[in-house]
């Protein structure tokens, strides 16, 4: 990811097109020009943060007031009988969800 | 009985099953009966199976006449299709959950459901959580009953549009950056997002794990303690519920509010916030101050941050959350691909609107190589720091009262309003969620426009008492809250 780095105030399209491979989304010429000057103005915002005042203690703020108590590990039998509903993929003979193919063999 | 059962509040209604005035089955069907009527004009339900709601009416009217009756039993509830349901679609509002069945209950469906609260259906909402306005739905935009041209605010919109129309007795929500209080401001309802953790998630699908909480919404803060007795407590499948005690929210909501010290922050009510808005806040003020609160001027200095903090974090965790969406395990799968890369890729492209596609690049770019380092750490000294102002704020003072929103509900399709303005619309609630504390919002008066206007109180963490108790004294010298447009009586 050595492209990508906050000195790049403009952002050109091979990040917007790298960053779109990243979130496994296609973005059509359009939308990649609108993104890239999305992306350039959110750098403008985000700058915003470089004025923060840091300099004293922060007292970190445990949100999790009860991170021991979790629930008892006891193994469990998965009930797979609604994962029909929830996906029309879900494979009941080999009980696994089916893909399309993705490793290519030669002789195919 | 002289209101119709639609005009009664949580209370009313329940002595009136426990007295078997009425049977949860007529309540059921007479709310049935006006979503029929009124739905279409609003769009805030999605999904209703009549049949269903019914058969839960009719259990808890058995269980009442049992005697085992729970004080909410025999109510029913609207709930936000973010929330897992066995027996109904949990859509989120989007096109890649369509026809999605859960293959469990969400903890708040669990504890509503458990306690005989029938499901009224699901309502609409912003795709995923993310919208201001409820205008980012797959199953179309919500109207907001004041003014059908104006939106009924984000993402809880649909909660709070039918809340609003008394095509609900209540509604669930949840709220990332404010999307309970603000369609609560925008539709004139109360609104509360309890403290992070005091609420269970499991089975709430997530937006940003840190900030997401539920809440509900109703027609008046009594009603919301009520319903925060039943969906509030630790929850063995969210490790982020808190163990602390929840306490009975309605036992000392009637005190009084003589001596509570409320601040309030010069920074929010600087320029941007509506000057009609203003007064009505103003006018509450006034009135809580003659109820015996003593006002204080404090300082939130580091508002300022607020915006790009929470536009680096949310997305960033909303990237991560959303990234199970591949069309492998469950949701829409793109036919007619030969390929994995293509299955995935086209799958979340046609499916995600525009807003959330446009989230989760925002959180992919900006977790991305060197821009993590620069600004994620950053937006995380950021939330330390404004939870800081809030900590200091609190030695001073009890609970911090601020407006809702910058305006009133925004008009449908409103072109004028980038993506970047209507984030910052989002100002004055998202200090709230960075710092995991308790809000709520109430109805404060109506605008020229004939929208209302609503006011936020904030209190310490796990505090949900004190504001609900200022909360009840306003409501019980006002009747804001128990008006409703004249479209829907």
Same mark, same amino acid.
């Given at each position: ?76 039998? /998965?009930?797979?009988?609604? /994962? ?25 | ?7 009664? %509040? ?27 009527? =009124? ?16 058969? *839960? ?103 709070? &549009? ?45 937006? &940003?794990?840190?900030?997401? *909480? ?72 006034? @009135? ?22 929470? =536009? ?27 390929? !994995? ?35 994620? $750490? ?16 609190? %030695? ?37 969620? @960075? ?15 004939? @929208?209302?206007?609503?006011? $936020? ?8 008492? !004190? ?15 128990? *008006? ?6």
């Amino acid at each position: 990811m050595s492209k990508l780095n906050t000195q790049d105030q403009q952002i050109c399209e091979e990040i917007v097109t790298q960053i779109a491979t990243l979130a496994k989304l296609r973005l059509t010429n359009e939308e990649s020009e609108i993104y890239q000057a999305y992306f350039t103005e959110l750098l403008t915002l985000f700058h915003e943060l470089d004025t923060l005042d840091i300099s004293y203690d922060l007292i970190s703020d445990n949100t999790l007031l009860n991170a021991d108590d979790c629930r008892e590990d006891m193994p469990s039998t /998965i009930d797979l009988s609604g /994962i029909k509903n929830a996906s029309p993929h879900f494979n009941e003979k080999t009980r696994y969800f089916d893909v399309p193919q993705f490793i290519e063999y030669d002789d195919e | 009985m002289n209101k119709p059962l639609h005009e009664q %509040s949580l209370k009313e209604l329940s002595d009136a099953l426990q007295s078997k005035q009425i049977s949860s089955t007529e309540l059921t069907e007479s709310y049935l009966n006006r979503i029929e009527s =009124y739905n279409d004009a609003l769009n805030a339900y999605t999904h209703i199976n009549k049949e269903i709601t019914l058969a *839960q009416a009719k259990a808890a009217d058995k269980t009442i006449a049992n005697g085992n009756g729970h004080i909410l039993t025999g109510i029913p509830l609207g709930h936000k299709d973010i929330f897992c349901t066995t027996n109904m679609p949990t859509t989120c509002s989007s096109k890649m959950l369509e026809n999605f069945h859960a293959t469990y209950n969400a903890t708040v469906i669990e504890r509503t459901q458990g306690i005989g609260m029938p499901t009224l259906g699901k309502l609409n909402m912003d795709e995923f959580a993310m919208g201001s306005a409820n205008e980012n739905s797959a199953w179309g935009r919500v109207a907001n009953p004041w003014n059908q041209n104006h939106c009924p605010g984000g993402s809880s919109g649909g909660s709070a &549009a039918a809340v609003a129309a008394r095509i609900a007795p209540a509604a669930t929500g949840t709220d990332t950056g404010g999307s309970i209080r603000q369609p609560a401001a925008f539709t004139g309802i109360t609104g509360i997002k309890p403290t992070y953790g005091r609420i269970s998630r499991y089975g709430m699908i997530a937006f &940003a794990s840190s900030l997401d *909480q539920a809440g509900p919404m109703t027609q008046s803060a009594y009603d919301a303690a009520m319903l925060l007795n039943t969906m509030c407590g630790q929850d063995p499948n969210d490790s982020t519920s808190s163990n602390i005690a929840v306490p009975d929210f309605t036992a000392g909501i009637n005190d009084s509010i003589e001596g509570v010290k409320i601040g309030l922050p010069e920074e929010y009510f600087l320029k941007g916030l509506d000057p009609e808005c203003d007064l009505k806040i103003q006018d509450a003020i006034k @009135l809580l101050q003659k109820k015996g609160a003593k006002i204080i001027p404090i300082h939130l200095e580091n508002l300022k941050y607020a915006i790009p903090t929470y =536009y680096l974090l949310a997305p960033i965790e909303c990237a991560s959350n959303l990234a199970r969406f591949d069309g492998v395990h469950y949701g829409y799968r793109e036919e007619n691909i030969s390929n !994995i890369t293509d299955m995935y890729e086209l799958s979340r492209e046609n499916s995600f609107g525009d807003e959330v596609k446009r989230r989760i690049l925002i959180g992919t770019f900006a977790s991305s190589g060197s821009y993590s380092a620069e600004y994620y $750490q950053k937006a995380l000294q950021a939330k330390s720091v404004i939870r800081n102002d809030y900590r200091k704020a609190f %030695s001073e003072v009890d609970v911090i009262l601020t407006p809702t929103t910058t305006s009133t509900a925004f008009e449908t399709a409103n072109k004028a309003l980038t993506p970047q303005e209507m984030y910052l619309s989002d100002i004055y609630t998202v200090t709230v969620n @960075l710092a995991g504390l308790p809000a709520i919002s109430i109805p404060v008066g109506f605008a020229k426009n004939g @929208l209302p206007v609503g006011a $936020q109180l904030i209190s310490n963490r796990f505090c949900e008492d !004190i504001i609900l108790r200022i909360a009840h004294c306003f409501q019980s010298e006002t009747g804001w809250h128990t *008006q409703y447009s004249d479209d829907f009586k």
